[in-house]
């Protein structure tokens, strides 16, 4: 399966990819916030790819300009997810990617490829306590908080953390598609001088006021 954005593809792992999959991976500020360990070597990104990457709904994040990997989103199933119709959200990019939006668009091409495509009708996305930079991407893609767990064991980095959980269900990604529709064409209509500055900020209140009342802020 190949998943597109306006400026990415998603697409399965390879082992060739080991080389640009160390070269980000290696950094040891993207891994330990969200609990692995920095890549050691080519080949220790290799044996990643065959290991791990390599599940079902796994893909590597590459800049359609690159053609190359630069981070990695997928799917997963464990003790958040583990009903057939639910899974957990996972991804990470690499620090020089860092700022520019590429997770939160591979995300929610990724939460339409669950709910439309697999038919999913919950995703779950979680962050550790001091990972500001998901904690921002969640609540940018409307996921909602459901609850914190103390105590969990990082065994690959012998530590004990703090987990925060959120949830996305199929009806609330609906309500923010289609905030996200109007929103669109508002933006169309302002830039095409078809309303005024004036008009579109009282009809952007207006959207926002809605969606509130339907339980998206």
């Not at 070597?41 to 994040?61: C, G, H, M, Q, W």
């Not at 930079?133 to 703090?162: A, M, P, W």
């Not at 996200?180 to 508002?186: G, V």
Request: aromatic share 10%; proline share 4%.
């Amino acid at each position: 399966m190949i998943l597109e954005t306006k400026r990415l593809v998603l697409r399965p792992w390879s082992e060739d990819d080991a080389e640009e999959l160390y070269q980000c991976a290696r950094d040891p500020e993207v891994g330990p916030p969200a609990g692995w360990q920095p890549h050691l070597s080519v080949e220790n990104s290799r044996e990643i790819i065959r290991d791990v990457l390599s599940a079902p709904e796994t893909f590597a994040v590459c800049l359609k300009e690159r053609g190359t990997p630069i981070g990695s989103i997928g799917l997963h199933r464990n003790d958040l997810a583990e009903k057939d119709d639910e899974y957990e959200l996972g991804y990470w990019v690499g620090r020089p990617f860092w700022g520019q939006g590429i997770i939160p668009e591979a995300s929610r091409e990724i939460l339409r490829y669950a709910f439309e495509d697999l038919k999913m009708n919950r995703i779950w996305c979680g962050y550790y306590d001091g990972n500001e930079k998901s904690r921002r991407v969640q609540e940018k893609l409307g996921f909602v908080y459901h609850h914190t767990t103390d105590g969990i064991e990082i065994k690959q980095l012998q530590e004990i953390r703090t987990g925060h959980s959120n949830l996305m269900t199929k009806e609330r990604w609906q309500k923010v598609q289609l905030f996200l529709r109007q929103k669109c064409l508002l933006n169309t209509f302002l830039d095409n001088c078809a309303i005024s500055q004036a008009q579109y900020d009282k009809s952007f209140g207006d959207l926002v006021e809605l969606m509130k009342m339907h339980g998206v802020e």
